[in-house]
């Protein structure tokens, strides 16, 4: 099992930047590849941002390039989404995700996933 462990999440005004964080634990070495997804109020969960441990491929959602980074930590197991720019769209409960496999959809098939932090922009 893995377990993840969202933080740094809160309320910023538009324009403001927040960096999240994602401490992952347990059989962290099963894992090849962490995500960062986000759900609004009445909407379904979207894809942020993907980052391999290796550090080899990084991916991002359109609606966040250029605005968001995803970096991580390998000798802290920590993985990081700094967001800048923010916008009120950008208001969501963000969760962390570990990938445990390769697919060639790096928006889906996370297999562990955190409890979610609040991010609210407001305008």
């Known amino acids: 099992q893995v377990q993840l462990v969202e933080s740094g999440g809160g309320l910023v005004q538009a324009g403001g930047s927040l960096r999240l964080s994602c401490a992952a634990s347990?059989?962290?070495?099963?894992?090849?590849?962490m995500g960062w997804f986000r759900q609004a109020p009445g909407k379904e969960r979207e894809f942020v941002a993907h980052?391999?441990?290796?550090?080899?491929?990084?991916y991002y959602a359109d609606s966040v390039k250029g605005r968001f980074t995803i970096s991580r930590d390998n000798a802290k197991n920590t993985v990081y989404l700094q967001m800048n720019s923010l916008k009120p769209e950008d208001t969501a409960v963000y969760y962390c995700?570990?990938?445990?496999?390769?697919?060639?959809?790096?928006?889906?098939?996370?297999?562990?996933w955190g409890q979610g932090t609040q991010v609210t922009v407001s305008s």
């Open positions: 995700a570990a990938k445990t496999k390769w697919t060639i959809d790096f928006t889906r098939n996370y297999d562990y």
């Open positions: 347990g059989r962290t070495f099963s894992t090849y590849a």
């Open positions: 980052i391999r441990w290796s550090g080899a491929t990084i």
